[in-house]
């Protein structure tokens, strides 16, 4: 028998409750993979509160975990038993003490990155590569703007854009986010609860604005967050913890400078091998050499997922949350 989260019904963090089951038996094409860490991410709100719709009802949320491979099913190549393994990925099913996932979404954890470490960075880094990397290539002379800075997301984009030479501008909800934030990259912080942060992005650019605004804070921010850049300028909306944006009338990127606008999602980054395989490549190389640190900065019980929730969502996690079966 295994421990899991049920979730029977949308709700509250109180819906996600602790139950066993069997372990399964892996089908083709999967694995069967013994969890040590599980990564909390936002989305797992999303999915619990009814905002993203769950595959089926009851089930289980998360999507993102390391651990062990314990078995494979008919022509796995990809992976075998006893392989230390990560992953983020569809469909959710993570929170739990051993799960079945498609075995080509698992990627090999290479030496010098502890299991911990890879459940906490897989969905919040690959994320951050995507963004920076692909979605508006960073490159040194840039200035970014980066909300939710203090968050797990934003402190390992925060190293990274430092990394490739950018001016990060980041947000951040309380002084000690904000001071976590200037240790990981961030050149600017600007308090948006008490700072109206859209002028005090004039103040430090001395009127320049940014060349793109990664905003995952979503209705608070918006449309500040397209005031704060250039023209033709990217604004990439790719998250909203502060709830769902108004619909956007297209003419407002117009009015605002020739704007590019995306709402870009990690998974339609990673859908093939070859394209997980190199973002994520990316990703433990810039850990492994040392240029990124992954801040885990809460870890629960897998038991009090509700606990976990509450504090992601009461705005109190710093960097990346870990549930631990
Ligand atoms: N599209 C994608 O591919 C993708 C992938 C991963 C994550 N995301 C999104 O990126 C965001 C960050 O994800 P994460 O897992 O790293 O979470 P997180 O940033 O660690 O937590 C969310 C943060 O948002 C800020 N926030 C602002 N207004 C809020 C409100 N009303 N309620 C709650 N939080 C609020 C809080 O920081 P302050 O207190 O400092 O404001 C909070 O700590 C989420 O919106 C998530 O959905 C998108």
Redesign the pocket.
Known sequence: MGAFIEVTETGGPEVLKLAQRDVPTPGAGEALVRQTAIGL???DV?FRTGLYPAPSMPFTPGMEGAGVVEAVGEGVTVVKPGDRVAYASAPVGAYAEERLIAADRLMIVPEGISDDEAAAMM??GM?AQYLLRQTFKVKAGNTVLFH?A?????LIAGQWGKSLGATMIGT???PE?MELAKANGYDHVIN?RDEDFVERVMEITGGAKCDVVYD??GK?TFPGSLDCLKTRGMWAS?????GKLPDVDLGILAAKGSLFATR???FNYIATRSQLEETAGDLFEVVQSGAMKIAINQTFPLADAKGAHEA??G?R?VGSTLLKP
Do not use: H
């Not at 203090?150 to 934003?154: F, M, P």
């Not at 790719?238 to 502060?242: A, E, P, V």
């Open positions: 991410n936002y989305i999303y969905l919040q994320t939710a203090a968050g797990g997301v934003g951040a909800g309380s986010k948006y995952s804070v608070d790719f998250g909203q913890s502060s870009p999602t990690l992601l969502e705005r996690t």
